[in-house]
């Protein structure tokens, strides 16, 4: 089955404990994107990838990290959490190629940090 | 920032009725998605209208898109108690697939 997985689905840290939320897709996509979710704020890309070895900021890149070594994985990395980055965090694959389009959303991760 | 906004925030409505969202955006787009999201899951793509079309059909779902007033609207017909969920618009800019702007939602409720 074609998916996007993001692990943990729910997580509560402490403020300045660093973590990492994976992700990992099976559809050979080129490009994947991190959002975070917030109420009244729809949803806001952290950072995105095009391609191995190939990221960029998004709209909210502070205070996260990313990387893409490979490319069905592209892990979210927060090095000092703060309570501000408690949300709900989803990560994305697409492609466009020829006039087709994809795009597929993980399950989402719910982060705290106290 | 936003590029989408959609109106209105909230809707309530009676199982069997209509329901009719609409999405302003601010900048040139090359498509617009509409996205459906249950409480605190992920995001299902509904559907999907290029700059260049004026409106889509998919089962009950249509959308329309009128690039001269920078909006769309997603329109459900005959809803059903599991139309209940959160609806986005999403505007993606430079047709490449990787990176979408996506408004604040809708929350549909469809009373059974």
């Known amino acids: 089955e074609a998916q996007v997985t993001q692990n943990p689905r729910y997580l509560i840290t402490v403020t300045g404990k660093k973590l990492t939320v994976t992700c990992s897709q099976n559809?050979?996509?080129?490009?994947m994107s991190w959002y975070r979710q917030d109420p009244g704020l729809g949803l806001r890309q952290i950072y995105y990838?095009?391609?191995?070895?190939?990221?960029d900021k998004g709209d909210v890149p502070e205070g996260y990290k990313v990387s893409r070594k490979e490319k069905r994985n592209f892990p979210l990395i927060l090095e000092s959490p703060s309570p501000n980055q408690t949300s709900l965090y989803f990560c994305a694959s697409s492609f466009w190629r020829q006039g087709l389009y994809g795009y597929t959303f993980g399950s989402g991760t719910r982060l705290t940090v106290v | 920032s936003q590029q989408g906004e959609e109106d209105p925030q909230a809707l309530s409505i009676q199982e069997g009725e209509n329901a009719t969202m609409n999405c302003s955006y601010k900048t040139s787009i090359n498509n617009l998605q509409w996205y459906r999201q249950n409480s605190g899951r992920g995001l299902v793509h509904l559907i999907l209208i290029r700059s260049n079309e004026r409106e889509k059909h998919s089962g009950r779902l249509r959308v329309t898109l009128d690039t001269s007033k920078k909006s769309s609207s997603l329109l459900i017909t005959a809803s059903r108690a599991a139309d209940t969920a959160s609806y986005f618009c999403?505007?993606?800019?430079?047709?490449?697939?990787?990176?979408?702007?996506f408004g604040g939602g809708t929350r549909l409720m469809v009373k059974p």
């Open positions: 990838s095009m391609n191995v070895e190939v990221t």
């Open positions: 559809m050979n996509h080129e490009y």
């Open positions: 999403a505007t993606d800019a430079n047709n490449a697939g990787n990176m979408l702007t």
